[in-house]
């Protein structure tokens, strides 16, 4: 991921609703995704951010049963 990358959501099919639920999803994490460990450079990087919320965003996405929940931000620094 590029040093500007920025996560979106891809226009595809969706049911009614979809949508809206998404970009909310997205703006949750980028939320806590701009809280994670601001102490080191490295997760002030555009690019860090953007992979840490594609990351974040696609766990959510094929885990609905467990979606996305505040501190996952802070375990998937560690992967990254």
């Known amino acids: 991921i590029s040093a500007t990358a920025e996560v979106s959501i891809r226009n595809g099919p969706r049911s009614p609703g979809s949508d809206i639920a998404d970009e909310e999803l997205l703006q949750e994490i ?9 102490d080191f450079e490295y997760f002030r990087r555009p690019g860090t951010k953007a992979a840490l919320t594609a990351l ?3 766990y959510a996405k094929l885990n609905p049963g467990v979606r996305y929940v505040q501190g996952m931000n802070e375990i998937a620094a560690v992967l990254l």
């Open 30 to 38: 980028k939320n806590d995704v701009e809280r994670t460990r601001r």
């Open 56 to 58: 974040l965003f696609v």
